[in-house]
């Protein structure tokens, strides 16, 4: 039985690359990738037999016309283009928590695109507002605030800056992945009554005071940390792996 073709946008994401390391969505689908400088009719011809565009693509910094054109630009680009060949695809589509800063405010403006898109052509997308993600390898990401955080504490920085002061939701990179893999299955976990956007049910809401002092107990007691007293949903056990994957990854390389 033929595969599912699945175009993807951002293989070089945080979120793009661990996807690509689950070993079962490579099996189920033929994954096509979609590069932001491909030719149109290159896009084109993909489009026509494919069943979802999962677009991971991003631009973080920059300044804030720039985020514009490369984020919702690029999405405006990819809509024009479903719409001026007939091949209308539904959004798989990461979007971003916080509208306070040129990132988010693009983020959410490819999103508004995307919605448009969808009552336009009758379509259901998939919106994910994801928060600060946190998890395996998250150098990955290494415009991710919590990245920084444990990056400062891991090399002994004197004097510790935290990102600001407000309380913030974060979330697990394996429950990202895990969510999109239900929604390229038809059972995304919808939060709107439009049917547009989704959630990932196992979400944290912490201040970075808290996740400081979480990651200071990590830091200081190393192997006697009590990790089995905490549930493997919880905050704690989740910034241990976050902290230890980290820990890991820069130990074994010169970097300061």
């Known amino acids: 039985m033929p595969k599912d073709k699945l175009l ?15 070993q079962s969505l490579l099996d189920a689908f033929n994954w096509v990738e979609l590069k932001r400088n491909m030719r149109k009719e ?3 011809s993909n489009l026509s037999d494919a069943k ?83 998890g395996d ?12 955080l444990c990056y400062q ?16 939701k974060f979330v697990d990179i394996r429950d990202v992945t895990r969510e999109i893999a239900r929604a390229l299955s038809g059972r995304a976990f919808y939060a709107t009554v439009d049917l547009s956007i989704c959630v990932v049910p196992s979400e944290h809401y912490a201040d970075w005071k808290r996740v400081l002092s979480i990651l200071r107990e990590i830091k200081e007691k190393g192997e006697d940390y009590p990790l089995p007293e905490f549930r493997k949903s919880s905050l704690e056990y989740k910034l241990y792996l976050t902290y230890h994957s980290l820990l890991d990854y820069y130990s074994t390389r010169n970097i300061k």
């Open 42 to 44: 290159d896009i084109i």
């Open 52 to 134: 979802f565009l999962l677009h991971l693509f991003e631009t973080k910094s920059g300044s804030e016309d720039r985020l514009i054109t490369d984020n919702a630009g690029y999405t405006e680009q990819l809509i024009n283009l479903m719409e001026e060949s007939g091949h209308n695809l539904p959004f798989i589509y990461v979007s971003s928590d916080y509208d306070d800063s040129a990132y988010g405010r693009s983020k959410l403006l490819s999103e508004q695109l995307i919605r448009e898109y969808g009552q336009r052509r009758r379509i259901r997308n998939m919106i994910y507002r994801l928060p600060i993600l946190m």
């Open 153 to 168: 504490l891991i090399f002994d920085q004197e004097t510790i800056i935290l990102p600001d002061r407000q309380e913030h």
């Open 137 to 148: 390898r998250l150098y990955l990401d290494e415009a991710n605030p919590l990245h920084d």
């Open 8 to 22: 993807i946008t951002g293989t070089d994401s945080y979120i793009g690359q661990m996807l690509l390391m689950e």
